[in-house]
């Protein structure tokens, strides 16, 4: 299983990125997905996550009204699109994959994500 994010660069405060998680080794529509960021010297946290399907979806409140996940299962690949962004964005961003039989599923929980991406960085300037 591999997960390719990409997308992530330098952009001024006020601006968007659109990030992307291109899925292989898997069998796409059965997982779920979701988006974390890492700042330097924190910890890990939840961004947004989307159920199998992409009609349920899941955010952060440091996320909620600028923020959008989005998944196009006929490409393997899920989105971040991310607008207004701030400087206490930057963070490297990586997403993640869990398999489950519940089509409505996702989670925040960062223990329950099986496969990761090797993370993309976004740098917000003020």
């Known amino acids: 299983v591999q997960l390719q994010a990409s997308g992530g660069g330098l952009v001024q405060a006020g601006g968007s990125l659109r990030l992307s998680c291109a899925a292989s080794?898997?069998?796409?529509?059965?997982?779920?997905l979701g988006w974390f960021r890492q700042a330097p010297e924190k910890e890990r946290e939840f961004v947004a996550a989307?159920?199998?399907?992409?009609?349920?979806?899941l955010y952060a409140d440091s996320a909620k009204g600028r923020f959008t996940i989005s998944r196009d299962n006929a490409k393997n690949t899920a989105y971040l699109q991310m607008n207004s962004l701030k400087p206490e964005d930057t963070a490297v961003y990586y997403c993640?994959?869990?398999?489950?039989?519940?089509?409505?599923?996702?989670?925040?929980?960062?223990?329950?994500?099986?496969?990761w991406g090797q993370g993309t960085l976004v740098t917000v300037s003020s």
């Open positions: 080794g898997l069998t796409f529509t059965v997982y779920a």
């Open positions: 993640a994959a869990v398999p489950n039989g519940n089509y409505y599923y996702r989670t925040p929980h960062i223990n329950e994500y099986d496969y």
């Open positions: 989307i159920s199998r399907g992409g009609g349920n979806t």
